[in-house]
């Protein structure tokens, strides 16, 4: 697996060099100090995963990941960082990386991050996990929490679907040949089923039960 490293540091890039040094199945192909450098890399180049930062000059981890997803690229994204504030968790989350850990962090915890996503898996820091969790929890009703999963129709699967991939209602509601008002309705019994309050919460609530899985 080819990855680009994006740090503005050089001491964190020299040692995730130290991680991959005479590793077989992964080595870091580029490397860049911002967001913008990354973008103009993977321009240029061929790369199966992206291991960014948050906090960077010029443009940040999450301008960059937006901005590929918005060009439909294939490319995993791990995200490491100091960051571990339920804001940026969010905002990655909806983005749709499929791995966050934090930088105090060992190296078996990177290279099992970067094992499972090369399986077509996900993988969370168990900081971030926790924080998710409580975010989830703290969006459900009492009588809901005790569920692991919720019975949703297929209807309401493609809806959650397309919410995760921030379409509006009217976006929704053209791909699949509905009424906004039928979009709203199904909106709104996901989150009566999932007993979030908002879209937000109904997206992290995927996130945690794993709906991801069986929506792509």
């Given at each position: 697996?080819?990855?680009?490293?994006?740090?503005?540091?050089?001491?964190?890039?020299?040692?995730?060099?130290?991680?991959?040094?005479?590793?077989?199945?992964?080595?870091?192909?580029?490397?860049?100090?911002?967001?913008?450098?990354?973008?103009?890399?993977?321009?240029?180049?061929?790369?199966?995963?992206?291991?960014?930062?948050?906090?960077m000059p010029i443009m940040?981890?999450?301008?960059?990941?937006?901005?590929?997803?918005?060009?439909?690229?294939?490319?995993?994204?791990?995200?490491?960082?100091?960051?571990?504030?339920?804001?940026?968790?969010?905002?990655?989350?909806?983005?749709?990386?499929?791995?966050?850990?934090?930088?105090?962090?060992?190296?078996?915890?990177?290279?099992?991050?970067?094992?499972?996503?090369?399986?077509?898996?996900?993988?969370?820091?168990?900081?971030?996990?926790?924080?998710?969790?409580?975010?989830?929890?703290?969006?459900?009703?009492?009588?809901?929490?005790?569920?692991?999963?919720?019975?949703?129709?297929?209807?309401?699967?493609?809806?959650?679907?397309?919410?995760m991939d921030e379409k509006?209602?009217?976006?929704?509601?053209e791909e699949l040949h509905?009424?906004?008002?039928?979009?709203?309705?199904?909106?709104?019994?996901?989150?009566?089923?999932?007993?979030?309050?908002?879209?937000?919460?109904?997206?992290?609530?995927?996130?945690?039960?794993?709906?991801?899985?069986?929506?792509?």
């Amino acid at each position: 697996m080819d990855i680009l490293l994006v740090d503005d540091h050089k001491m964190v890039r020299d040692v995730f060099g130290f991680y991959f040094e005479n590793n077989e199945d992964f080595r870091i192909k580029g490397e860049a100090s911002n967001g913008q450098e990354a973008f103009d890399l993977i321009s240029k180049n061929t790369y199966e995963l992206l291991i960014t930062d948050i906090n960077m000059p010029i443009m940040n981890g999450v301008e960059l990941v937006k901005i590929l997803k918005e060009n439909s690229s294939p490319l995993k994204t791990l995200v490491v960082t100091m960051q571990d504030d339920l804001t940026h968790i969010k905002q990655m989350l909806q983005l749709g990386i499929d791995g966050y850990i934090l930088k105090d962090s060992g190296k078996d915890t990177v290279l099992a991050a970067i094992n499972a996503i090369s399986r077509g898996e996900h993988y969370f820091h168990e900081q971030v996990t926790k924080r998710v969790m409580s975010s989830v929890s703290g969006n459900m009703s009492n009588s809901q929490r005790s569920l692991s999963t919720v019975a949703l129709s297929d209807r309401e699967r493609e809806v959650l679907k397309l919410i995760m991939d921030e379409k509006s209602n009217q976006e929704i509601a053209e791909e699949l040949h509905i009424s906004t008002r039928t979009v709203e309705g199904h909106k709104h019994s996901l989150l009566t089923k999932t007993g979030c309050k908002n879209l937000v919460g109904l997206t992290i609530y995927a996130v945690e039960h794993q709906l991801i899985e069986t929506l792509k």
